[in-house]
């Protein structure tokens, strides 16, 4: 003869599988949200303002998906050059996400910039450029390396302004600042 206790793992067991099945047969799945719209592999994008090469991107692999007009590239390489054809940035990261409707692009992973025009570059894990205002901003935890000619330092919670061209840390930093008279006293 079974007993109540003996009977109580499958009763239990029983009640958990019918209590946790919430699939909703009737609804549909929306795959367009996760599934990309289009996928290429080695691309080679480039884009033209006025007849001339404006950006340029290269990448592994280049999704775009169609819910929200976004896309991401993996290995991403990418390019930009002004009204007269000048190269004026170049850089790379290991992940590149686009927002191309609100001008916002975010980089990710082993990230390097190089700014010719301001004569720097960047080293960074993790930054979003807006380019409606501009402004390049790291994690505020995210550790950033700045290289310009009298400048190699490093801190977290970086954000740089492309219109007033200058740059801020939110935490201490640390490394070399050259000043006009280490300048003088090199060149002797």
């Known amino acids: ?18 209590l946790s099945c919430s699939l909703k047969y009737d609804e549909p799945v929306n795959t367009e949200d996760i599934s990309p719209e289009l996928q290429f592999t080695k691309v080679d994008y480039k884009r033209y303002k006025e007849k001339k090469l404006d950006t340029q991107i290269k990448a592994d692999i280049l999704e775009r998906y169609r819910s929200d007009g976004s896309a991401y590239a993996k290995n991403a390489e990418f ?12 850089g790379s990261c290991a992940l590149l996400g686009i927002d191309s409707s609100n001008d916002i692009y975010s980089l ?15 080293k960074a ?3 979003k450029w807006n380019g409606k205002t ?55």
């Open 79 to 90: 390019y930009s050059w002004n009204k007269d054809s000048e190269l004026t940035t170049e």
């Open 125 to 127: 894990t993790n930054l």
């Open 108 to 122: 990710f992973n082993s990230i390097f910039l190089h700014n010719i025009e301001q004569n720097f570059q960047l």
């Open 1 to 18: 003869m079974l007993k109540f206790f003996d009977l109580l793992p499958t009763v239990l067991l029983s009640a958990f599988l019918m």
């Open 134 to 188: 501009e402004q390049l901003v790291s994690g505020k935890d995210d550790t950033v390396y700045l290289i310009r000619d009298d400048i190699e330092i490093e801190g977290t919670g970086f954000s740089a302004s492309g219109i007033s061209r200058s740059f801020t840390f939110e935490n201490s930093v640390s490394g070399i600042i050259i000043t006009e008279e280490e300048k003088d006293e090199e060149i002797q």
